[in-house]
Nanobody
């Protein structure tokens, strides 16, 4: 079973930057899409960014121009660089492996513990 371990979160002032990392166990990593999600208190988990196995990326409108998702298949790791952080970016950030079924992406692994990002105003 694939395990996902997120890290890199923290407390940062508005306008600051963070680089989140997600290490995945198992050999499935290089052949699949990966996604970063976040869940703020009282809100549903939402997709922040996605990268497929060819390197194509998609971003939520709320982070476009401020976030960059990347992957290192040799290290089984996916990254999320977040710049110009805003208080509304405060959330627990998670990653997951994605599979595409009938044109839609679905998460394939159990959720990890996530990493907390807190942005102060």
């Amino acid at each position: 079973q694939v395990q996902l371990v997120e890290s890199g979160g923290g407390l940062v002032q508005a306008g600051g930057s963070l680089r989140l990392s997600c290490a995945a166990s198992g050999s499935i990593f290089s052949g699949t899409a990966m996604g970063w999600y976040r869940q703020a208190p009282g809100k549903q988990r939402e997709l922040v960014a996605r990268i497929n196995n060819g390197g194509s990326t998609d971003y939520a409108d709320s982070v476009k121009g401020r976030a960059t998702i990347s992957r290192d298949n040799a290290k089984n790791t996916v990254y999320l660089q977040m710049n110009s952080l805003k208080p509304e970016d405060t959330a627990v950030y998670y990653c997951n492996i994605l599979g595409k079924f009938s044109g839609s992406y679905l998460t394939l692994a159990s959720w990890g513990r996530g990493t907390q990002v807190t942005v102060s105003s």
